[in-house]
């Protein structure tokens, strides 16, 4: 089963910049999607950014042109490198591994990280 590690996360003010990495160990990492979801206090989880097996990328509008997904199969590795960040940006940052075609929904579809809180001061 695959295991993933987060990191990254942390306080950044209005326009920095923050990378988040996801880890991935316990399995084939290069067979599965990866990317991340996040989450803001008292609302719900959004998908941000998503990288399919084959290198396919996909954004939240809200983020496009800001954030960019990137994977290194070699260090069975996934980053989100996010730029401009906004205090919209504010949340805890899911990251998951998921089986190709299988909601994050379903149960087995694959793994979630810990979560890493990102915050952008006012």
């Known amino acids: 089963q695959v295991q993933l590690v987060e990191s990254g996360g942390g306080l950044v003010q209005p326009g920095g910049s923050l990378r988040l990495s996801c880890a991935a160990s316990?399995?084939?990492?290069?067979?599965?999607?990866m990317g991340w979801y996040r989450q803001a206090p008292g609302k719900q989880r959004e998908l941000v950014a998503g990288?399919?097996?084959?290198?396919?990328?996909r954004y939240a509008d809200s983020v496009k042109g800001r954030f960019t997904i990137s994977r290194d199969n070699a260090k069975n590795t996934v980053y989100l490198q996010m730029n401009s960040l906004k205090p919209e940006d504010t949340a805890v940052y899911y990251c998951?591994?998921?089986?190709?075609?299988?909601?994050?929904?379903?149960?087995?579809?694959?793994?979630w990280g810990q979560g890493t809180q990102v915050t952008v001061s006012s």
């Open positions: 998951y591994a998921r089986k190709a075609g299988v909601a994050v929904t379903t149960s087995g579809f694959g793994s």
């Open positions: 316990g399995s084939a990492f290069s067979i599965y999607d």
């Open positions: 990288m399919a097996n084959t290198g396919s990328a």
